[in-house]
Nanobody
């Protein structure tokens, strides 16, 4: 499966963005999907993840209540709705797909076999 992220940009604190992860080559419903981010000089960190049917989701504490992960299997996409953005949300955001265990969303980047190239999110006044 190939993954392509989109929707990033430059926004002000408090604004919203919706990131999309579009899959091609295979149906995304066969995979658990996670969003991760990496800021300059920092390690890649978990943001949110969703299982194959969308019934189970997990969030990092830092985004809980502000971000929502949703999947649209007919459109072969997984979206990350980001509200109340903060400067500390600035990072390169990646989506990733987990084929081996799509039933329970995983927070560890090492469990994901497929990765997109990332989309930049910058939150600044």
């Amino acid at each position: 499966v190939q993954l392509v992220e989109s929707g990033g940009g430059l926004v002000q604190p408090g604004d919203s963005l919706r990131l999309s992860c579009a899959a091609s080559g295979r149906t995304i419903s066969a995979y658990g999907v996670g969003w991760f981010r990496q800021a300059p000089g920092k390690e890649r960190e978990f943001v949110a993840a969703i299982n194959w049917n969308g019934y189970i989701v997990k969030y990092a504490e830092s985004v809980k209540g502000r971000f929502t992960i949703l999947r649209d299997n007919p459109k072969n996409t997984v979206n990350l709705q980001m509200n109340s953005l903060k400067p500390e949300d600035t990072a390169l955001y990646y989506c990733a797909a987990d084929k081996e265990n799509p039933y329970v969303p995983d927070t560890s980047a090492t469990r994901y076999e497929y990765w997109g190239q990332g989309t930049q999110v910058t939150v600044s006044s």
